[in-house]
């Protein structure tokens, strides 16, 4: 549970230390010339807080050079309790409530604020990118969609007409899990062998047991695995030994309560964000020992090297696809 009588919520200074300690456990590293542990904090009435000289290079750094926070006008302890409060929350928070909970700014801040972490869950932990699953393992595997019904959109947005119902103009996700470990969330362009055997063969070690509904391509996409089974669906199959695909739809029930019941609605060129978030939370859960104090920490960790700002250079569209 999120206490936000802690003092890196409410008081700068504190927020700045514990950003330090996150970001330079060993002592302060200079961006410029990568000296680390030599460099002292300036003072004076003209310096502002948590300014650092180095004594190699004699160049000037704050923590916060190459990270999501630098050159922002939000406060800092504003940033550490968005990030608290976003990774905490297991359906997600929309940028409303995170805006009345912060106090300041205005709905466009906490907008800007959530998508920024978001991209910052991004390959937070790399060395910890390898294939799921190994000899003994298991991973399932499974799409689902995301989106409204096409009928009961407002006629000029339907792509086509759908009397059925179906994935037509709606979003697909495919997802790997790995029982009682983590999972990988991809926005595809369609369900076909062609589109995710490349996902399978690059995420999942060969020797693991391969588990998959009826569905799509699934019947294809075993081969080159130790093992590959399936359930039914269409005939109300869901268990069979050792065989089902309930941890990944547990997954889906969780980003679908999260995305119609919190946000409503996600675009296109954003739900990988929202799938970073989700899949964060997910890695970082509970039930693999990791709390919400804890969750917040390693998230932290991801804000280094992904600076970003409202627009870039080349433009505003880019920076949207870039959010």
């Not at 230390?17 to 000296?35: L, M, V």
């Not at 807080?49 to 180095?54: D, N, Q, R, S």
Request: proline share 3%; net charge positive; aromatic share 8%.
């Amino acid at each position: 549970m999120t206490d936000l009588t802690n003092p890196i919520y409410n008081n700068e200074d504190a927020a700045r230390k514990h950003f330090e300690a996150s970001r330079w456990p060993d002592g302060p590293i200079c961006p410029h010339c990568g000296s680390v542990n030599n460099a002292h904090e300036m003072t004076g009435k003209s310096t502002r807080a948590g300014v650092y000289k180095c004594r190699d290079c004699r160049e000037q750094f704050t923590a916060m050079i190459g990270t999501l926070f630098e050159r922002s006008h939000i406060p800092l302890h504003k940033w550490l309790l968005a990030l608290h409060l976003l990774t905490s929350s297991k359906k997600g928070m929309s940028a409303h409530q995170l805006y009345r909970m912060l106090g300041f700014g205005s709905y466009r801040t906490a907008w800007f604020m959530a998508m920024r972490i978001r991209y910052s869950y991004r390959d937070l932990f790399p060395e910890e990118k390898g294939p799921l699953g190994g000899a003994g393992k298991i991973v399932e595997a499974d799409d689902t969609v995301i989106g409204g019904k096409e009928r009961n959109k407002h006629r000029n947005k339907r792509k086509a007409e759908n009397r059925t119902g179906g994935s037509m103009g709606k979003e697909i996700v495919f997802s790997l899990v790995e029982r009682g470990g983590k999972i990988r969330s991809q926005h595809v362009a369609s369900i076909s062998a062609s589109t995710l055997r490349p996902i399978l063969k690059a995420q999942i070690d060969a020797a693991s047991s391969l588990m998959t509904d009826m569905g799509g391509a699934n019947r294809i996409l075993g081969d080159g695995f130790a093992r590959h089974e399936m359930v039914n669906h269409s005939i109300d199959e869901y268990v069979r030994g050792d065989a089902y695909t309930n941890a990944v739809e547990g997954y889906f029930a969780t980003l679908k309560r999260g995305i119609y019941g919190t946000y409503h609605h996600v675009s296109p060129q954003y739900l990988k964000r929202y799938l970073a978030e989700f899949d964060f939370r997910y890695n970082e859960r509970s039930a693999l020992g990791v709390e919400d104090t804890e969750r917040a920490a390693k998230a932290l960790k991801g804000v280094v090297g992904k600076r970003l700002t409202y627009r870039q250079p080349s433009g505003r569209k880019e920076n949207r696809d870039q959010a």
